[in-house]
């Protein structure tokens, strides 16, 4: 068979709470890819300029950061961690109703914040129960829930295009990387030009047509709604909600459980150090002294450097869905705008289309190898994009090609360091927060470089990142060899330990029988 009966019966044991957090990916998705296709509409609706709906997109990256890092508070039991999930699901659907009746541009980014930092609950309690459930099969899963996120980023746009205004929004450009260059333009002091969307607005004054964007929205509020729907039956077939329970009280859950389990077959003295390092613990929790001493070294820079190498590489997929737009329709390349329009959806479907390609690969392949090959290929695709920098073909090949050497590695990450670290580390948490902090700098960061030094710099950028990340990645493969060793000499010493006590004891009986 493609996938072993091992994987099988371990995905029919857990298939219900699989589902589940599938589903609730498939929200985070629906919620992060609406806002690209719909801003001029939210700019027409809040009548705000460019520049200001700007801060609204940045409320919801910043929460959706401080999220991931708190995520990790919630996982302590089943309970906190499905309660969690559900109110977060549940925020998002409601979001999606109110962001029609927000005529204000402070009120949609208030809007936006807590969506936001629902989305990064999502994120990490997802990733973590994952992982406690799977442990060492959880790569196969991890690339599977992963896929949602791209599968939601793809339904939200083709959802909300019926209903999109024709005009209103300048060169009708208005998507991520106009976004961006406003944000760029703010930091650097530099006054936003106004009279584009003056004159837009001039344009159109006369003849504004009503906006139809709200339908939209309440069609992806009624699509989102099974998935709370789906936590809370997850929850009541778990007898978790107190006055719904259907038989006696569960003595332990699930993760307390496997806990305990795993503290009693772990018995050497530095297993013993990392979980009370914190487990999947919250980032901050993580970072609390009293619980990291004696650790050795190769523990805190397996962190460090996988944290890095996430920072890195969707710092590329931020960057690269945010400014493949303007790069298409800049010189060189001065594609047409509809035309460069396709090159950001052809990123997200290939980026989709790579997750679902991984869930068989990561079954058949450890973790370390298809990092390699996607970093490698990544590497390798920006470097022909360099080259074949005039060829209008060639972008939509090597998008596409990016998009999916790109896809696969968090997921790929995640399940080899903590598989690194027995499960026991913070690496979920830690992960995840490098992850969104490096999507959030990395936008900003390239996007200035562009802006000074022009649209041939938006490749040259990529390469010189990706570069680094694989550097990185390189350095956390020794450190994974020294905790391995570290670990192989502990076991030895304790196994020395043992014998000599055995031996003794074996004396002792030996003289009182005489």
Not at 394 to 407: A, D, E, I, K, Y
């Amino acid at each position: 068979m493609f996938v072993d009966e091992r994987i099988l019966t371990l995905f029919k044991r857990n298939a219900h709470h699989t589902l589940t957090y599938w589903s609730v990916f498939f929200s985070f998705g629906l919620c992060i890819a609406f806002l690209g296709p719909t801003i001029c509409d939210l700019q027409s609706q809040t009548k705000s300029t460019i520049d200001q709906i700007t801060w609204v997109f940045f409320s919801q990256q910043f929460c959706l950061l401080i999220g991931s890092s708190i995520g990790g508070v919630f996982k302590r039991t089943l309970f906190s961690a499905l309660s969690a999930l559900f109110v977060s699901a549940l925020i998002i659907s409601v979001i999606f109703a109110i962001i029609p009746l927000c005529t204000n541009v402070l009120l949609l980014a208030v809007a936006m914040a807590v969506s936001g930092l629902a989305m990064g609950i999502i994120d990490t309690i997802a990733n973590i129960q994952l992982v406690t459930i799977y442990q060492k099969d959880s790569a196969v899963f991890l690339q599977a829930l992963h896929f949602f996120i791209g599968f939601g980023a793809l339904v939200s746009p083709l959802i909300a295009d019926p209903f999109l205004s024709e005009g209103g929004c300048g060169n009708g450009t208005g998507n991520g990387s106009e976004i961006m260059h406003h944000v760029r333009l703010m930091l650097r002091h530099a006054p936003v030009p106004e009279h584009n969307i003056t004159h837009s607005h001039l344009a159109h004054g006369g003849e504004e047509e009503e906006s139809t964007v709200h339908y939209a929205f309440w069609i992806m509020a009624l699509i989102n709604l099974p998935v709370p729907i789906a936590v809370l039956f997850l929850m009541y077939r778990e007898q978790l909600i107190p006055f719904c329970r259907s038989g006696p009280p569960r003595l332990l859950d699930k993760d307390e459980l496997a806990m305990e389990n795993q503290q009693g077959a772990e018995g050497t003295e530095v297993e013993q150090k990392e979980h009370e390092a914190g487990g999947h613990g919250d980032i901050f929790s993580c970072c609390q002294n009293d619980n990291l001493r004696g650790l050795p070294v190769s523990f805190f820079m397996i962190h460090i450097l996988g944290g890095m190498v996430l920072f890195m590489t969707d710092g590329i997929v931020g960057a690269y869905a945010g400014f493949v737009y303007y790069y298409g329709v800049a010189p060189p390349m001065s594609l047409h705008p509809k035309t460069a329009g396709y090159l950001a959806s052809i990123f997200w479907a290939a980026i989709t289309a790579g997750r679902l390609l991984s869930i068989p690969l990561s079954y058949r392949f450890q973790p370390v190898r298809l990092l390699m090959v996607n970093l490698a290929g990544a590497i390798v695709t920006v470097l022909m994009l360099l080259i074949f920098y005039t060829s209008s073909i060639f972008l939509f090949v090597g998008t596409c090609l990016c998009g999916l050497f790109l896809s696969s590695i968090f997921p790929c990450m995640l399940a080899y360091t903590e598989d690194i670290l027995d499960y026991q580390g913070c690496a979920t948490s830690v992960l995840v927060t490098s992850a969104g902090m490096g999507e959030m700098v990395m936008q900003v960061l390239v996007g200035s470089i562009i802006h000074t030094e022009g649209s041939y710099s938006f490749l040259l950028c990529g390469m010189i990142i990706a570069c680094i990340g694989f550097i990185v990645f390189i350095g956390l493969m020794l450190f994974h060899r020294m905790h391995r060793n570290y670990l192989t000499g502990t076991s030895k010493k304790s196994a020395m330990v043992e014998e000599p006590a055995t031996e003794q004891d074996g004396k002792t009986e030996q003289k009182e029988s005489s």
